[in-house]
């Protein structure tokens, strides 16, 4: 008998998100009823404001929305995005260019696929969130690294990217707030990378999805407003989930040029057709509603960014710049590696990371998921109380 057809080459090199990973483990341990804190998940642990559960429940009791509607996306929403981009990202657009995806990762997925063709390369500023080499290698694309450290608050300079880039560069991936290491890029230095990409014709996938999560007074600035005309080479990616701890509702969507969604509009007519109706109308209010409750739960972030800064600084040998949007902390732990600990002397983030949940039960997510060994990241998107006693386990271990 002839052996079975091989899998998918392509597929079957495609590695399972880290960050989900550690995050499973670590429920998994809790379920056995083991005390485990976790900083691994990238989720709000607010509920989601209930003006937006109510537009659902309201969705749920009308028939319209048992049906297809258009697949990028129910007008209604598409103009509140619209609404939503010119007031946070200074551009203006027509609903035409906006595609409702199943999440914020599926229009990342799209992004990459509507402007990426076979061996192109793709500048990846790293750390980098977890999905985005997957997402380019799925395209074909070839991503390339490019890493910033500690020392520059993890932000790279137009400098690197310019020695990164070569004759098959044609994409950048530029995010502010950042996933994984809550930096932001000023405006100026914002304005510097737009203009470069904008003078050797380079797309530009730039995800917002943090944008209204900052702190300090800080406005992370759109690259499409700091360089107006390079919306004609941008795609804009966002969504609902971490602003409005809709993760579970699953919309998100992309801007862009015209030619470029329409592209993608295609894909997805064949890949999902249309978003979830009640997931959109329940976004139709977050993004129209009152917005008390998302100050409240940026107002909490803030408190709880300040109060794990202070407290992981106080361990010896663990640096720790202060991140300025999004939810996480990214400690550089190279000073705590090659060093021994409860007689296990660790020398990557991996085995620190293991270390660490093994011998005080507190999850973390290893630097190697996101780029370069050497850190971890937290998410600060926890109860005070869990978040503190977790701090204290590893000030303990690290003592």
């Keep these: 008998m002839t052996e079975r057809a091989p899998l998918s080459r392509k597929l079957s090199a495609i590695a399972e998100s880290a960050t989900l990973k550690v995050d499973a483990k670590a429920k998994a341990l809790k379920a056995e009823g083991r005390p485990v804190i976790s900083y691994a998940a990238g989720e709000p642990d ?30 209604e929403l598409r103009e509140a995005i619209a609404a939503k981009t010119l007031r946070d990202s200074g551009l203006a657009v027509e609903p035409s260019q906006i595609i409702v995806t199943n999440g914020g990762k599926q229009s990342v997925y799209q992004a990459f696929q509507a402007v990426v063709n076979p061996g192109d390369e793709v500048l990846l500023p790293a750390p980098y969130w977890t999905t985005y080499p997957e997402a380019i290698a799925l395209a074909d694309g070839v991503p390339v690294e490019v890493f910033a450290g500690s020392e520059q608050e993890y932000k790279v300079t137009v400098e690197q990217l310019e020695a990164a880039r070569t004759e098959k560069t044609t994409v950048l991936v ?38 209204n999560l900052v702190y300090e007074g800080t406005k992370a ?65 977050a993004l129209t509603g009152p917005q008390a409750e998302v100050e409240q739960m940026r107002q909490a972030f803030d408190r709880r960014r300040q109060l794990i800064v202070a407290e992981l600084s106080k361990i010896d040998g663990m640096k720790v710049p202060n991140p300025l949007g999004a939810f996480y902390v990214y400690p550089d732990v190279t000073g705590l590696l090659g060093k021994t600990w409860r007689g296990k002397t660790p020398t990557t983030s991996l085995e620190l990371a293991d270390l660490i949940l093994d011998e005080v039960e507190v999850a973390v997510v290893p630097g190697e998921a996101f780029g370069p060994s050497g850190f971890i990241r937290m998410s600060y998107a926890l109860g005070d109380e869990e978040l503190l006693e977790g701090v204290r386990r590893l000030q303990e271990l690290f003592s």
Excluded: C
Excluded at 184 to 194: C, N, R
Excluded at 225 to 232: D, Q
């Design 221 to 285: 600035v759109s690259i499409v407003e700091a360089v107006p005309e390079l919306a004609n080479q941008t795609i804009l990616v966002n969504g609902v989930a971490k602003t409005y701890a809709m993760t579970g509702w699953r919309v998100g969507w992309m801007v862009g040029p015209k030619d470029a969604i329409k592209v993608a509009a295609n894909l997805q007519s064949h890949l999902s057709s249309n978003v979830n109706n009640v997931a959109q109308r329940g976004a139709i209010a």
């Design 174 to 211: 530029f995010v502010s707030p950042s996933n994984p290491t809550g930096s932001v890029y000023t405006p100026e230095e914002t304005k510097a990378i737009g203009e470069w990409a904008l003078e050797h014709g380079i797309w530009v996938i730039s995800d917002e999805i943090y944008q």
């Design 46 to 75: 607010f509920p989601t404001p209930q003006f937006i559960v109510d537009a659902g429940i309201e969705a749920m009791h009308n028939p319209a929305n048992f049906r297809y509607t258009p697949a990028a996306g129910l007008p």
